[in-house]
């Protein structure tokens, strides 16, 4: 039996036979040496023997040709190096690209992939209530939603598919009630967005037909290896404003815009309390769902405070409801009434007509927003004579009793001043001046304030000033106006004579209902308050700062012009006899004045007012009516406005349980007798 044949050993060429193919060329020696035997005699060498058994003959040379030289094997080496150089260089280019993905870029494509991996939601804070006096809600909130949507999750890049955008609006239209194209729309105008608004203040039954609809459709798009369209689809939790009471105090309440910021009134005066601190919500979802197990971060909301008002909203009903028919009755631009505390300065009621309901804010009359008795500047007219005669008073120009003359006629400057109706020459005291409402009769008053007219105008503008004319109210109302009090030195010839009985000045309804509390009050003024204090998220109830206070005239000027003011609506001579309540003592004062037509800037039409407080005797509520260009029936202030402050006077009075006047009026007299 052969052995195997050892495929390392290397085979020899075998030897020519001797004899077969002629005779050989002699083989020279490399260095001349003499031939060996076989070579000189011609003949062939003999091949060697092969001592390996079985080798087989190597093929024969070509004719009359050298032999081929010995086969050789290719070293590996340089081979092996190019391979391996090959794979380190491709093994380089993954380490460094590793390098690159887990250190260098790391953050940024962390930040890719959660693009769908976590979701950002805002945590609205609850927006506090706002309360009357004694914590009836005037402003309060309940449950709702912003639907939002990611854009970016609905590009062709995230979805596979161009009509993302396209069919999510198509579901969602339906529900939003909102147009397709506009959803569209807003879906693709800025398709690199994670956030954009679909619709606000949505019901939970709005957002709860939409989260049903996102899991259907995850459910059926995880079967068809599908993209679910509403996965981008979310909620942002709103506390949705809600007014009670409808129209009711909307002047001073304002409202809330669609972004649920304060627009107006005190939403907007105080919105950083009322509107608390957002908090934010980071999950992770998958397939459009919360994963149940996956990270979680949340941060609380922070409630906003509780606003309680100085209103009583019983008095803000009777108040509003009366200047509304008023108003209507006489077919006016407008008109307001303002009820005070006398003593603490507080705003009981602020109603102004026409107005408005916050819940249907865009179904409201442009000219009926914001909170006309402290945006409109008017001129007063009768009613700011009281600041006259108390400068008059406490000056010690004149007394209750002085005699004054009045002419049917008074030139002045370039002109002849008149009274509101025509008259025989009057004799009257300086308190029938004040009762009869005598322009002339004022006029004579104030020139007593000074040696010239020049010391007479300082001398009432300083008064004026300290009343509050031409100052802001001390409430800070968005809107507020401070009114137009000019310096002495710039009136007019015509002005420094019409600014004692109220034309030529202007102020707002708050502005001349405190002037009559700070006569009621004895001359302290009390600023204006409509915030009584917060409540915070944690129950404690924060009072507002005390009201600013300021002596304006002496307690015995104050009490001299109440029972002055008390002859305007006692004595059947008086102006203001509309405005009596049985049983109780009112002090007031009506006001007729020519209007300034706000769109044209000139005059035209009137401005009735009353302003007074009861009980005179131990004041404590002061009401102020103003309606501005009645167009049917009378114009003047005591026939359109002193039955709306009896009225008002009425119901405030007894709401507040207050007791009626114990003493009968001190009947100031209104004229005298000549010589005697």
């Not at 006016?332 to 007509?353: E, H, K, S, W």
């Not at 006029?443 to 300083?462: F, H, P």
């Amino acid at each position: 039996m052969t052995a195997p044949r050892d495929p390392r050993r290397r085979v020899p060429r075998p030897a020519r036979p001797r004899g077969e193919g002629g005779v050989g060329r002699p083989r020279q020696g490399a260095a001349g040496k003499g031939r060996g035997p076989a070579q000189r005699s011609g003949a062939r060498p003999a091949a060697r023997p092969d001592a390996r058994a079985g080798s087989r003959p190597a093929a024969r040379p070509a004719r009359g040709g050298r032999g081929n030289p010995p086969l050789r094997l290719g070293s590996p080496r340089p081979r092996l190096r190019l391979v391996s150089l090959g794979l380190t260089l491709v093994m380089l280019a993954f380490v460094v690209r590793l390098l690159q993905v887990q250190a260098v870029d790391a953050s940024t494509y962390a930040a890719k992939a959660n693009v769908n991996r976590y979701i950002p939601v805002r945590l609205a804070a609850e927006r506090g209530s706002i309360t009357d006096r004694t914590g009836v809600d005037l402003a309060t909130t309940v449950d709702a939603y912003d639907i939002t949507a990611a854009p970016d999750l609905l590009t062709r890049e995230t979805t596979k598919t161009d009509d993302a955008p396209r069919r999510a609006a198509s579901l969602l239209a339906p529900i939003l009630g909102e147009n397709q194209a506009a959803l569209e729309e807003k879906l693709t105008a800025n398709p690199k967005s994670k956030y954009v608004v679909l619709a606000r203040q949505q019901t939970p039954q709005v957002w709860k037909q939409i989260k049903d609809l996102k899991s259907a459709l995850a459910d059926k798009e995880s079967e068809r290896k599908g993209v679910n369209v509403l996965a981008g689809i979310n909620r942002e939790a709103h506390s949705k404003r809600v007014y009670p009471n409808g129209d009711l105090a909307a002047g001073i309440l304002g409202f809330v815009n669609a972004q649920g910021k304060g627009s107006a009134g005190v939403e907007q005066l105080l919105d950083a309390q009322l509107a608390g601190k957002d908090g934010k919500r980071v999950y992770a979802q998958s397939g459009g769902r919360q994963v149940p197990t996956g990270d979680l971060e949340e941060q609380p909301a922070v409630p906003g405070a509780d606003v309680e008002l100085t209103l009583d909203r019983d008095i803000q009903w009777a108040a509003q409801s009366a200047i509304s028919k008023q108003v209507a009755d006489s077919r006016a631009d407008r008109g307001y009434v303002v009820v005070q505390d006398t003593r603490t300065g507080q705003i009981l009621a602020l109603a102004n007509a026409p107005g408005f309901d916050p819940n249907e804010i865009r179904k409201a009359d442009a000219e009926a927003l914001g909170n006309a008795a402290l945006t409109d500047a008017y001129e007063p007219g009768s009613v700011s004579k009281v600041m006259s005669m108390a400068a008059v008073l406490e000056e010690r120009a004149a007394t209750w009793n002085t005699p004054v003359v009045v002419p049917n006629r008074l030139p002045r400057a370039d002109r002849a001043f008149a009274d509101d109706i025509d008259h025989a020459t009057w004799h009257l005291t300086l308190n029938g001046v004040l009762a009869k409402s005598s322009n002339i009769g004022t006029i004579l008053a104030t020139e007593q304030l000074g040696k010239t007219r020049g010391q007479a105008n300082q001398v009432l503008y300083s008064y004026l000033r300290k009343f509050g004319v031409g100052r802001p109210t001390g409430l800070d109302f968005p809107g507020e106006t401070p009114g137009i009090l000019a310096k002495p030195g710039d009136w007019s010839d015509s002005q420094q004579y019409t600014i004692p009985f109220g034309q030529g000045l202007s102020l707002n309804a708050v502005q001349a209902a405190s002037v009559y509390s700070t006569i009621a009050n004895g001359g302290e003024r009390v600023a204006p308050s409509l915030v009584r204090g917060t409540r915070g998220p944690d129950g404690t109830f924060r009072a507002a700062p005390e009201p600013a206070r300021s002596r304006v005239v002496s307690k015995e000027t104050a009490g001299t012009l109440a029972k002055m003011l008390e002859s305007v609506v006692d004595d059947r001579e008086g102006t203001g006899t509309k405005a009596k309540i049985p049983g109780y003592r009112v002090a007031g004062k009506t006001g007729t004045s020519n209007r300034v037509d706000p769109k044209t800037g000139r005059y035209h039409g009137y401005t009735a007012s009353f302003a007074g407080f009861a009980p005179a005797d131990q004041p404590r509520v002061t009401v102020y009516c103003a309606v501005q260009n009645p167009t049917k029936g009378s114009y003047f202030g005591g026939q359109v406005c002193g039955p709306i402050f009896k009225q008002v006077m009425e119901f405030a009075l007894k709401t507040l349980r207050v007791a009626p006047s114990g003493k009968p009026p001190a009947r100031l007299p209104v004229n005298y007798t000549p010589g005697a």
